[in-house]
C-alpha cells in the first residue's frame, strides 16, 4: 500500500507508531519499524542524552528508518532537538506546542519533521512552517487530547493543507485504517494497540489492564482545567475527577499526579498510577509481536479498501 507517507519516510506500511512517554523506547522503536512500519522513540521529559543512547540502540538491532518524538514542553526540548541531528535521525514527530524555532535546523539537516496537531488552523501553520506532513489526532486518543474527533478533524486537515495527512485517535485494526484513508489520510498512527506488543516492554499490569478494559474504561481528568488527559478508570482519576468537580486548583491536582504514568508504566500500580489508553482499549484483546499486529491489520484495511 503505497502512500505519499511511505514513499517520503521510506516504509513499506503506512503505520506509524506513537511516540508514547515513558512507553516508546529502543525496543519497541526497533520492532515497528522491522516489521515494516515507523517506530518512534518518544523523547517525553528524558535529557538529550538519554535519547542519544536509544537512538543507537535502535540503530544497533535495525538499518529501517524510525523516528524521535520531540516534546516541546520537556525542558530538554533543546537538547534534544539537537541530538536528532547530531544523530542523524531521518523523522522527527513533535507534540505539546509549535516546533517552529527548530524548523531551519532540522530541515538543514535534511529531517522529515511531522507535528501532531488537533486544530485545522495549526496545521495550516505547520504547512506553512516546512512541516513535511501532518498527524490530526483526534480526541479518542489515549494521554493529551484536544476537542475534535478523528472523524471530524482528518477529512478537515485534509482538506486545507496540501501536505500528507497521517490520522491518529481511535485506530486499532484494519478497519480503522481504511476508515482513516476514506477520510483523506494518507497514513495512521497507532499507540494503544502497541502497548500489548510483545517488544514493548512497560510492566505486564498495565498490558494487562489495557487488555481487560471494556468500552466504557476510558475517562478524561483536567476537562475543566484546559489540560485534559485520556486515560483508564481507576482509583486515581476517580479521586482526581471528585476533587476536579469540587473546584481544586489546577497546581494541587498536578502535584497528585506527579509521577503517575511512570508509576504505572514502570511499577505497575494501575491502581493510583496513570494508565494511559485510548478509547479503542476494549478492541484491544491480545498480545502479539509487532509484525503479527501490522501484518494483521494491512491484510484486513487492503481486503476493505480493495472493496
Not at 486545507?160 to 485494526?173: E, F, K, L, T, Y
Request: charge should be negative; charged fraction near 25%.
Amino acid at each position: 500500500m503505497k502512500t505519499r507517507i511511505t514513499e517520503l519516510l521510506g516504509i513499506e506500511h503506512p503505520i506509524i507508531q506513537g511516540g508514547m512517554a515513558w512507553v516508546a523506547e529502543n525496543h519497541l522503536a526497533a520492532a515497528v519499524s522491522q516489521a515494516g512500519g515507523l517506530g518512534l522513540i518518544g523523547g517525553a521529559n528524558a535529557p538529550g542524552e538519554v535519547v542519544r543512547d536509544y537512538i543507537r540502540k535502535v540503530k544497533e538491532v535495525t538499518d529501517k528508518p524510525f523516528g524521535v518524538n520531540v516534546m516541546l514542553m520537556s525542558p530538554y526540548a533543546d537538547d534534544v532537538a539537537k541530538v536528532v541531528v547530531e544523530e542523524g535521525v531521518k523523522v522527527v514527530t513533535t507534540g505539546a506546542g509549535n516546533p517552529e524555532k527548530y524548523m531551519e535546523m532540522w530541515k538543514a539537516a535534511g529531517i522529515r519533521v511531522i507535528p501532531v496537531v488537533a486544530s485545522v488552523a495549526l496545521a495550516r501553520r505547520m504547512e506553512r512552517s516546512g512541516a513535511d506532513a501532518v498527524v490530526a489526532e483526534g480526541t479518542e486518543s489515549g494521554g493529551h487530547i484536544g476537542e475534535a474527533t478523528t472523524m471530524t478533524l482528518v477529512p478537515q486537515v485534509a482538506d486545507a493543507v496540501s501536505i500528507p495527512v497521517i490520522a491518529a485517535g481511535g485506530i486499532a485494526d484494519g478497519r480503522g485504517i481504511a476508515a482513516a484513508f476514506m477520510l483523506g489520510a494518507e497514513a495512521v498512527q497507532m499507540g494503544t494497540r502497541f502497548l500489548v506488543a510483545k517488544e514493548c516492554v512497560i510492566h505486564q499490569n498495565y498490558k494487562d489492564r489495557v487488555l481487560k478494559a471494556k468500552d466504557i474504561d476510558s475517562t478524561v481528568t483536567g476537562r475543566s482545567h484546559g489540560h485534559p488527559i485520556r486515560c483508564l478508570r481507576n482509583q486515581m482519576t476517580r479521586e482526581y475527577i471528585k476533587l476536579e468537580n469540587q473546584g481544586t486548583p489546577f497546581e494541587e491536582l498536578e502535584y497528585m499526579t506527579l509521577g503517575a504514568l511512570r508509576k504505572a508504566v514502570q511499577e505497575g500500580d494501575v491502581a493510583t498510577g496513570t494508565v494511559m489508553a485510548g478509547q479503542i482499549a476494549g478492541m484491544v484483546s491480545r498480545e502479539q509481536t509487532c509484525k503479527e499486529m501490522i501484518d494483521e491489520m494491512m491484510e484486513q484495511a487492503g481486503k476493505l479498501l480493495g472493496r
